[in-house]
């Protein structure tokens, strides 16, 4: 099935510090998610992306889908502290009434005040 | 705004005993899933359901693991005869067009 591999697994920054994390895939996707996870908490879905090209903005989060389908990214400008948790990208997979998430390795993002 | 629930938040459960993990999906919502995750790893899909009957399957979801809606708000996940290694965060998630997904708060679970 479709595979999406994540980068950095780790990120530390320096609070007011920007933010990026990237997806990548060996294949065309169909669509990319992104999905925020606190600590101890349950992912949250943040946004999904199905067009080539595509740029979403969310206040300073800004999600990229590349020209080729093929890779995204996160980018957040000047973190705070809220801003900690881990950054999964996903990918749903549909075959007619089937549906499959597939989750990133995601990378987990720290936020030194 | 509406939640996907789920009980327990913690079950421990001795080696070999079998466990339900419970979950109440958002009521107009088709497609219900179930993931795990072991501590600090990913987030592993399970199996999904749409229609009353299991559409996906991940090869973690061996003849141990059983899914079903007994009726029209409950979701459940069994796992039959629990090892050590099944020790991990369960999230239920459910979604209306098979697009963004809602997770649960999770149930962990310990096999001790």
């Known amino acids: 099935g479709q595979q999406v591999m994540q980068i950095p697994q780790y990120q530390h920054v320096q609070e007011g510090e920007d933010f990026t994390t990237y997806c990548n895939s060996s294949?065309?996707?169909?669509?990319i998610q992104w999905y925020k996870q606190r600590p101890g908490g349950h992912p949250v879905f943040l946004i999904q992306?199905?067009?080539?090209?595509e740029v979403k903005k969310q206040k300073r989060l800004t999600f990229q889908f590349g020209e080729a389908k093929k890779n995204s990214s996160l980018h957040i400008t000047a973190t705070q502290t809220t801003d900690v948790g881990t950054y999964f990208c996903?990918?749903?997979?549909?075959?007619?009434?089937?549906?499959?998430?597939?989750f990133g390795s995601g990378t987990q993002l720290t936020v030194l005040p | 705004e509406p939640e996907v629930t789920q009980t327990p938040s913690h079950q421990v459960t001795q080696m070999g005993q079998e466990v339900i993990l419970r979950c109440v999906p958002i009521?107009?919502?088709?497609?219900f899933y179930w993931y795990r995750q072991i501590l600090g790893q990913k987030v592993e899909f399970l199996v999904s359901f749409y229609n009353n009957e299991i559409s996906e399957k991940s090869e973690i979801f061996d003849d141990q693991f059983s899914v079903e809606r007994p009726d029209g708000s409950n979701f459940t996940l069994k796992i039959r005869s629990t090892k050590l290694e099944d020790s991990a965060m369960y999230f239920c998630a459910s979604s209306y067009r098979g697009a963004e997904a809602f997770f649960g708060q999770g149930t962990r679970l310990t096999v001790v």
């Open positions: 009521s107009n919502h088709l497609y």
């Open positions: 992306l199905v067009k080539s090209g």
């Open positions: 996903a990918v749903m997979i549909s075959s007619g009434s089937a549906r499959q998430l597939t």
């Open positions: 294949t065309t996707l169909s669509n």
